[in-house]
């Protein structure tokens, strides 16, 4: 017998519990279920880029490497060849023109690392600093600072095709990357490139992807090409009046407002899909998916890792 009423009180506390948790969950306000779909969003996204910086880091620098032979070949008038490099490219370009920037948002090692350092400059911020907000651009500055990237990579272009970019050998804050993320240190010619990298560091401390935005070459190759329509983010006509939260959460301050959406520079990390109360932005495959929303990522995790491998982009294969 007393074992019996044992056994119901533990069952009777457990229904509880749940009845509990059940009408915890009712009573979370519109902001409360949109704050955790935005950070359930943000860990799926910051586990893939964590993935693919142990994996891949060195699938910029290849993408890179490919466009400065091309033009290097060009300026010699040397016979175009498909080498590694120039594959690397090629394979990054093709899944872009298919997915959109993903690359960008999900599997880039400079972007993995510039959202990380500009959360652990939040942290900063916030915790130790007590400041309400974290500090970030005017978006004035940003919309001109985005044009810098494409200068860069019509320089490096002329350089390449006069023989020149070589003669830079230790001013590329890139390639010191590389090396760092295959465990090397410098050379000691890496002075310049080192500096340039802390710099980098520092502006993604005070705004979110700073190099991708304003300094990325392969950002400017990405973001002229012609993306397929099927991964364009839409925006339908359910908007709140005034309420643009979802152009406060891109990290590359785009408007989504038709004639103003400059979808070259999006990155595809779907921070205004997660952040929109009414679910106004979405994609084909982000409706399908429902609210199994990590499904779409996973896929193209998938494909972009069996891409990589077969790039020889994957540090374990």
């Known amino acids: 017998m007393a074992e019996t009423a044992a056994s119901q009180q533990t069952e009777t506390t457990r229904t509880k519990t749940l009845s509990d948790r059940d009408t915890a969950k009712k009573k979370r306000t519109p902001a409360q279920l949109r704050q955790q779909n935005m950070r359930r969003r943000r860990f799926f ?17 290849a993408g890179f490497t490919g466009v400065k032979h091309l033009f290097q070949w060009i300026g010699t008038g040397e016979v175009l060849q498909m080498d590694s490099f120039v594959c690397a490219l090629i394979g990054l370009a093709v899944f872009t023109i298919l997915f959109g920037r993903w690359f960008c948002g999900f599997a880039c090692a400079f972007g993995g690392l510039g959202d990380f350092v500009y959360w652990l400059s939040g942290l900063v911020q916030t915790k ?5 907000k974290q500090f970030r651009l005017p978006e004035q500055i940003v919309r001109r600072g985005q ?13 390449c095709c006069l023989g020149l970019y070589d003669k830079l050998t230790g001013w590329s804050p890139w390639d010191v990357f590389s090396r760092l993320t295959a465990l090397k240190l410098p050379a000691d010619g890496y002075v310049v490139g080192i500096i340039l990298l802390l710099l980098i560091l520092a502006g993604m401390a005070v705004q979110p992807r700073f190099f991708c935005q304003f300094l990325c070459p392969m950002g400017a190759v990405f973001s002229i090409l012609p993306v397929l329509p099927w991964s364009d983010l839409e925006r339908g006509e359910q908007c709140i009046p005034g309420y643009s939260i979802c152009e406060k959460q891109c990290p590359v301050a785009l408007k989504l407002d038709g004639a103003g959406n400059r979808g070259g520079e999006c990155i595809a990390c779907e921070a ?22 990590w499904i779409p990522g996973l896929i193209r995790a998938v494909l972009f890792f069996a891409l990589g491998v077969g790039l020889g982009l994957c540090r374990f294969f």
Not at 45 to 61: C, H
Not at 272 to 292: E, F, T
């Open 45 to 61: 996204r910051a586990g893939i880029q964590a993935f693919f910086f142990l994996a891949m880091p060195g699938a910029f620098v």
């Open 147 to 159: 044009t810098v990237k494409y200068l860069l990579l019509a320089v490096i272009v002329l350089l």
């Open 128 to 132: 130790l600093l007590h400041r309400k």
């Open 272 to 293: 205004c899909v997660a952040a929109c109360p009414r679910k106004n932005i979405s994609r084909w495959d982000v409706k399908l998916a429902g609210k199994y929303f």
